[in-house]
């Protein structure tokens, strides 16, 4: 089955800026999208189609996406940034085509 | 405002049956397709199964193909998943999601209800 991997966990300082990759066979042919998800609540779409930023999002975040990687990057982190982001793609590469979420990171704002 | 409230959780033994629901509003339902995900406790999220706008076309995860069965009411703006042979691992909390395309599988999942937690234990 398809897997995206994503680091455990990323620490940053405020201020300064935290990225995320995510990882997978063939990714760069699909889009990639990025959640949010603080502790105790729903995820938060917050980067959609490897680069685009829904409305209220702020400018800081931002994503990429280059040959097997994409990546998320957080700009000027802020303590309400400390949550776990998850990556999304869908699989239609396979026999059993579906939707995949990467691992999983923990961002912690030191 | 569009949201979407999941209900329908509960402790169930194993090899039981228990149905979710999801109520949709501040949009228009029968319009889109929409998603279950799931999260075991301390885990990743896992996409369950999707659903066309119309209710013709479904698909599942492998680990719930014959065991979930993802279903719609366009009439009452809800959507809800049957849960048959319960097992442990399906242990998790239950997100349902809008899909914001409904044409191609490429596109995001926006919004997520604040989910309903499903325990199976005896």
């Known amino acids: 089955s398809y897997v995206l991997t994503q680091p455990p966990s990323v620490s940053v300082a405020p201020g300064k800026t935290a990225s995320i990759t995510c990882g997978g066979n063939n990714i760069g042919s699909t889009s990639v999208h990025w959640y949010q998800q603080k502790p105790g609540q729903a995820p938060v779409l917050v980067i959609y189609y490897d680069s685009d930023r829904p409305s209220g999002i702020p400018e800081r975040f931002s994503g990429s996406k280059s040959g097997n990687t994409a990546a998320l990057t957080i700009s000027r982190v802020e303590a309400g940034d400390e949550a776990d982001y998850y990556c999304?793609?869908?699989?239609?590469?396979?026999?059993?085509?579906?939707?995949?979420f990467g691992t999983g990171t923990k961002v912690t704002v030191l | 405002e569009v949201q979407l409230v999941e209900s329908g959780g509960g402790l169930v033994q194993p090899g039981g049956s228990l149905r979710l629901s999801c109520a949709a509003s501040?949009?228009?339902?029968?319009?889109?397709?929409m998603h279950w995900v799931r999260q075991a406790p301390g885990k990743g999220l896992l996409w369950v199964s999707r659903?066309?706008?119309?209710?013709?076309?479904?698909i599942y995860a492998d680990s719930v193909k014959g065991r979930f069965t993802i279903s719609r009411d366009n009439a009452k703006n809800t959507l809800y998943l049957q849960m048959n042979s319960l097992r442990a691992e399906d242990t998790a909390v239950y997100y349902c999601?809008?899909?914001?395309?409904?044409?191609?599988?490429?596109?995001?999942?926006?919004?997520w209800g604040r989910g309903t937690l499903v325990t199976v234990s005896s």
């Open positions: 659903i066309s706008s119309d209710g013709s076309s479904t």
């Open positions: 999601a809008r899909d914001t395309g409904g044409y191609s599988g490429y596109d995001p999942f926006d919004p």
């Open positions: 999304q793609v869908w699989d239609s590469s396979s026999d059993h085509k579906g939707y995949v």
């Open positions: 501040g949009f228009t339902f029968r319009s889109y397709w």
